[in-house]
Nanobody
Framework: EVQLVEAGGGLVQAGGSLRLSCEAS????????IGWFRQAPGKEREAVAC????????YIADSLKGRFTTSSDIAKSTVYLEMNNLKPEDTAVYYC?????????????WGKGTLVTVSS
């Protein structure tokens, strides 16, 4: 059974930083694309970052480059999302998801999400 457990969310002031983690289990880590997504209140879910199956350079949404980075620890089957210089508009539930092919808004498995709240 595929399981994805996000952690690291919380309340932070604007300009602060958070590091989210997503621990994965139930599948071979390199066999799936692993992505970070977020959904703000009243808005549609959007892609934040993606680790491709081929292990190439991870994707970061253009609007977040320079503030967000993503990394993975294969030994721990964990991916991370480092978020710096956070803004109130970054407030959202952040989800980790995996797919057997590639990252998109339709992924095979989703975690339950972790809430990030950025105060002004």
């Amino acid at each position: 059974e595929v399981q994805l457990v996000e952690a690291g969310g919380g309340l932070v002031q604007a300009g602060g930083s958070l590091r989210l983690s997503c621990e994965a289990s139930g599948f071979t880590f390199g066999d799936y694309a692993i992505g970070w997504f977020r959904q703000a209140p009243g808005k549609e879910r959007e892609a934040v970052a993606c680790h491709r199956r081929d292990g190439g350079a991870p994707y970061i949404a253009d609007s977040l480059k320079g503030r967000f980075t993503t990394s993975s620890d294969i030994a721990k089957s964990t991916v991370y999302l480092e978020m710096n210089n956070l803004k109130p508009e970054d407030t959202a539930v952040y989800y980790c998801a995996v797919d057997a092919l590639w990252c998109s808004l339709v992924m095979d498995y989703w975690g339950k999400g972790t809430l990030v709240t950025v105060s002004s």
